[in-house]
Nanobody, 113 residues
Framework: QVQLVESGGGLVQPGGSLRLSCAASGFIFSGNTMGWYRQAPGKQRELVASIASGGEPYYEVSVKDRFTISRDNAKNMVYLQMNSLKPEDTAVYYC???????WGQGTQVTVSS
């Protein structure tokens, strides 16, 4: 079955960086668009970035030029490099194959001084 395991979250000061990783299994990873979502307390889950099977990225406007999504089809991994982090980036971050309904457990990112 589809499994998604996120890692790499933590506590970071404003302006800092984190790299999130997601290990995927149970489906044909290379043929699927992958996305990173986040959910802040009291807010709806939102798509932050996605990357198509061919590598074409999409970014939500608030993270464009700060976040970079990438994938390694040989390892079934998707990454989110987050730079210049802001307190409003604080959320639980999830990866997901766009075509599937399954979610991982998420990884907490907290940006605070």
């Amino acid at each position: 079955q589809v499994q998604l395991v996120e890692s790499g979250g933590g506590l970071v000061q404003p302006g800092g960086s984190l790299r999130l990783s997601c290990a995927a299994s149970g489906f044909i990873f290379s043929g699927n668009t992958m996305g990173w979502y986040r959910q802040a307390p009291g807010k709806q889950r939102e798509l932050v970035a996605s990357i198509a099977s061919g590598g074409e990225p999409y970014y939500e406007v608030s993270v464009k030029d700060r976040f970079t999504i990438s994938r390694d089809n040989a390892k079934n991994m998707v990454y989110l490099q987050m730079n210049s982090l802001k307190p409003e980036d604080t959320a639980v971050y999830y990866c997901k194959a766009i075509a599937y309904a399954h979610w991982g457990q998420g990884t907490q990112v907290t940006v605070s001084s």
